[in-house]
């Protein structure tokens, strides 16, 4: 094991062992927690304009759809949040699909204003089909989520019953940390084969992209579906933790602001979506408090944002993290590969 | 000369822009095993005519039949991801890397429409899917020593000089398995020695059994390695022949000196 590799389990167990700590009170798992969804928001998005160069200024719609797909199937049926997961992970690749499908001969800024006409569209349907959202008045009341393996139990011995149901901050830090390691992995590993270089080839140049055999609008479609997946089961964690959903929620500002997160971690680098997302909300957090102290509104934080990203602009145009197609150093074929060109002297 | 079937058979392709009309009624033949080239001055049509035989552009009129491994078909209108599966590869007179990427993946890149693993295999890297990432990776270095990259595998593409920036996108071509080659102005920007490894480089791609179409102004490279040859100007073929013949084809001298030049 490398110091690298090291490092990153120590910081691993680190975050793990947060909620141990004497002083780990509800405010900051919970900061902590919507560092982690944001995480998930930031890596999703990441696929459409890091990885495949597509800017996409809608992806809040997503979110939105997973939230209220979780959020009406519990209230609505009583699911299990672990049934709902890849129901509503479907649901935002459909939605992503049609999102997609009719906009693949549009590129840059037309593109973005669709994705941006998308998000609206979800927010205005939120707010008005009142027979399904109930609106403005929202989703309140949603369960928790909890974990239900009464049956197993049961089965064994009549007088157990593992059943949990989730309360307070902790055990949802702990899902919400197994969604951003699970998301990760999966899309390093994504990144890291041929659907990976395809968008990578995509996001370089589409006609060379297509020259080399790539059919372009197929795999724009497979990167809105994942991207939009992700996204919506960031949602369906949001709904069942907050346990309460509204249409303003799902608002431009949310799509501005994970898109600040990839462009400052680095667009098309996981790594720098997570970087990305734990620099901005816990800068948020701090403006939160700051602000009203210096007599402004909380809501002036965008303006920071905004601030922050013209600095970013003017100094680090690629972000903290530029590198593209890292994870494909690191696979075990390229390292046999990289070491035996090196016993030969070749490089 | 030789008994068998052309590979590519351009048929009266023309290509209107507008009012502009690029190509016109375009007639040739290219025959496997032989190195073709395209020439003519500056704007006389010559990219626009790989690109539609690449199927950038779907020709105005005319037919394309490319005799695929499978059989010859009229190609007019497929889609440049198409054609390429079908055998033709191509560079750019502006070279197009994925310039960000490594020298390897960019001929890894080339690869994709000869494999064929999923997302599924990709997140479960399952066996069959890393015994394919293997094949490409074997594939791809087979390629890179092939143009002489093999030792820059790790460099990012946009690192690399001109010259290996164009054996580079040859490489990446070659990778796509194709029949046919179209290089557009390989040796452009390359100094006398790359030019020299060049010439080297495309008789060992027609020993691979890969037929080369190629656009060249460096008359010496053309006149030098190229069997056949098809004069564009204008738009339309004013010659098409061996290279000795196109030498000395009045109408290939004026096109390129002025009128009056022939005569002199
Ligand atoms: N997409 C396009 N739209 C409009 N006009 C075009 C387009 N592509 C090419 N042309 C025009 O078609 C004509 C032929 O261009 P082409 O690039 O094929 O020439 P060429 O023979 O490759 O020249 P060069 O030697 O300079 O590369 C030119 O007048 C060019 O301006
Ligand atoms: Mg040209």
Request: hydrophobic share 50%; with cysteine.
């Amino acid at each position: 094991m490398n110091t690298k590799t090291l490092l990153r389990n120590a910081l691993l167990l680190a975050v793990l062992a947060i909620p141990l700590l004497p002083f780990a009170g509800d405010y900051l798992l919970h900061v902590l927690t919507l560092i982690m969804v944001y995480m998930v928001l930031a890596m999703g998005l990441n696929v459409v304009p890091g990885l495949c160069g597509m800017l996409d200024l809608g992806f809040v719609g997503f979110y939105g759809v997973g939230a209220y797909t979780c959020g009406l199937l519990t209230m609505n049926y009583e699911l299990s949040l672990w049934l709902i997961l890849p129901i509503a992970a479907l649901n935002g690749a459909v939605w992503g699909i049609l999102r997609g499908a009719p906009t693949l001969r549009l590129t840059g800024d037309y593109f973005a204003i669709v994705t941006f006409g998308f998000s609206e569209l979800v927010v205005l349907f939120l707010t008005n089909e009142i027979w399904l959202t109930r609106g403005p008045l929202g989703l309140p009341g949603i369960a928790p989520a909890s974990i239900d393996l009464s049956w197993l139990s049961k089965a064994i011995n009549p007088e157990w019953d593992w059943y949990w149901e989730f309360i307070g901050e902790k055990p949802y830090f702990y899902m919400a940390f197994v969604m951003v390691v699970g998301v990760f992995f999966m899309m390093r590993r994504i990144e890291d084969s041929r659907i990976g270089r395809a968008w990578f080839a995509i996001r370089e140049d589409d006609l060379a992209a297509a020259s080399a055999g790539i059919d372009v609008q197929i795999y724009k479609v497979i990167a809105y579906a994942v991207s939009a997946a992700i996204g919506a089961v960031a949602g369906s964690f949001l709904a069942r933790w907050t346990m309460f959903l509204s249409p303003d929620m799902f608002k431009f500002w949310e799509s501005f602001l994970v898109l600040c997160m990839i462009v400052l971690g680095g667009l098309g680098n996981m790594t720098g979506a997570l970087l990305g997302s734990v620099v901005l909300i816990a800068m948020g957090e701090l403006l939160r408090e700051i602000l009203p102290r210096l007599g402004m509104p909380a809501e002036t934080r965008f303006i920071v944002y905004g601030l922050i990203m013209v600095l970013i602009m003017r100094f680090k145009p690629s972000g903290f993290l530029p590198k593209i197609a890292d994870a494909a150093l690191h696979n075990p074929i390229i390292v046999e590969l990289r070491r035996s060109l090196k016993a030969k002297g070749v490089v | 000369m030789n008994a068998s079937a052309p590979l590519l058979k351009v048929d009266g392709v023309s290509k209107q822009f507008g009012g502009l009309m690029a190509l016109s009624e375009v007639s040739f033949e290219v025959l496997p095993g032989r190195i073709t080239g395209l020439i003519g001055p500056n704007g006389a049509g010559k990219t626009t005519l790989f690109n539609c035989i690449a199927g950038v552009y779907t020709p105005t009129k005319g037919r394309l039949l490319f005799d695929a491994a499978d059989g010859a078909r009229r190609t007019n209108g497929f889609k440049p991801e198409r054609m390429t599966a079908l055998g033709i590869a191509r560079t750019f007179q502006n070279i197009r890397l994925f310039s960000q990427l490594t020298v390897l993946d960019n001929v890894r890149i080339g690869r994709h429409c000869r494999t064929s693993q999923g997302l599924f295999g990709a997140i479960f890297r399952t066996a069959a899917q890393v015994a394919e990432e293997r094949r490409i990776v074997d594939e791809a270095m087979r390629w890179l020593s092939f143009v002489g990259l093999e030792g820059k595998a790790f460099f990012q593409s946009s690192a690399l000089s001109y010259g290996d920036q164009r054996r580079l996108e040859i490489a990446r071509a070659l990778a796509t398995g194709p029949r046919l080659l179209l290089l557009d102005e390989p040796a452009a920007g390359m100094n006398p020695q790359e030019t020299a490894s060049l010439v080297g480089l495309i008789h060992a791609i027609m020993k691979e059994g890969v037929t080369v179409v190629l656009i060249e102004h460096d008359m010496k490279l053309v006149m030098s390695i190229c069997e056949h040859l098809v004069v564009l100007d204008h738009g339309m073929k004013i010659a098409e022949g061996g290279p000795r013949d196109i030498r000395e084809n009045p109408q290939v001298i004026e096109a390129y000196l002025g009128r009056g030049a022939a005569h002199a």
